[in-house]
């Protein structure tokens, strides 16, 4: 009789550790590529980066059609991601997006090689480089710059 309680215990304590042990927690860029597959499932190939600010997660990702990057707005709303827009951004070959809706965000890959720095407002622009074709820099501003207000340093 106390073999077969212990047999029932321990099968219950590895059944609790399997049950447990196996469970994992959805990390946010796996909710990330959730909804852009769901969204922007046409055109999303595969995220680049992100950045978190205030409700927004402002998402980099490839054009799966097009040599570009997109840029999406997700919204966190009471734990809740939820999508809110996305558009078409610079082409992989150079160029620049200034998106202000709903946030103001500056994606900017320079034509012209060699650049060190990017400056919108003369403020220096994060630089991202997820691989050897794939490199941008990226600021968020007060209001939409014209292309005066972009400095390219060597």
């Keep these: ?9 321990a099968f219950s304590l590895i059944f609790l550790g399997l049950l447990f042990g196996c469970s994992r927690e959805i990390s946010l860029e796996d909710e990330i590529e959730k909804i852009l597959e769901s969204s922007e499932g046409k055109d999303y190939e595969r995220v680049i980066d992100y950045d978190i600010k205030g409700e927004f997660i402002v998402v980099i990702y490839k054009s799966k059609s097009n040599e570009q990057l997109n840029v999406g707005f997700i919204r966190s709303n009471n734990s809740e991601l939820d999508w809110e827009t996305g558009m078409g951004g610079p082409e992989l070959a150079g160029g620049y997006s200034f998106i202000s809706y709903p946030l103001i965000v500056n994606i900017i890959i320079p034509e012209e090689q060699n650049i060190k720095e ?3 407002f003369g403020e220096t622009a994060k630089f991202v480089r997820f691989s050897d074709d794939i490199e941008y820099w990226i600021s968020f501003t007060e209001k939409t710059p014209s292309s005066l ?3 390219y340093l060597k």
Excluded: C, F, G, N
């Design 118 to 120: 990017v400056k919108v």
């Design 1 to 9: 009789m106390r073999s077969i309680k212990l047999t029932y215990i």
């Design 149 to 151: 207000d972009v400095e």
